[in-house]
């Protein structure tokens, strides 16, 4: 079994930072794909950044300049440093890790979520 567990969500104001953690623990064979996807009340669960094991990033154009994705392989963690925060990135963010080659695929694992306020 594979765990995933985000971290570094809270309150923050427009403008301002946060950076998210994502540790993957368990019977780790290889880890893949790692990404972060966001779900706001009433909107569909979408798709943020996501990084290779090479560590080639792409973003959602919502977030490119204002986001950035990144991994340490050996500790098995994924990061989101988020600046420039905007009220319309309030939302639960969800670490998604693929233990499978090649792209997303329904046996992924995903975290709980951890939720990001951005108010003044």
């Known amino acids: 079994q594979v765990h995933v567990v985000e971290s570094g969500g809270g309150l923050v104001q427009p403008g301002g930072s946060l950076r998210l953690s994502c540790a993957v623990s368990?019977?780790?064979?290889?880890?893949?794909?790692m990404g972060w996807y966001r779900q706001a009340p009433g909107h569909e669960r979408e798709e943020v950044a996501r990084?290779?094991?090479?560590?080639?990033?792409n973003y959602a154009d919502f977030v490119k300049g204002r986001f950035t994705i990144s991994r340490d392989n050996p500790k098995n963690m994924a990061y989101l440093q988020m600046d420039s925060l905007k009220p319309e990135d309030t939302a639960t963010y969800y670490c998604?890790?693929?233990?499978?080659?090649?792209?997303?695929?329904?046996?992924?694992?995903w975290g709980q979520g951890t939720q990001v306020t951005v108010s003044s």
């Open positions: 368990g019977n780790i064979f290889r880890i893949g794909l």
């Open positions: 998604r890790v693929n233990t499978s080659p090649g792209p997303w695929s329904e046996s992924d694992y």
């Open positions: 990084i290779t094991g090479g560590s080639m990033t």
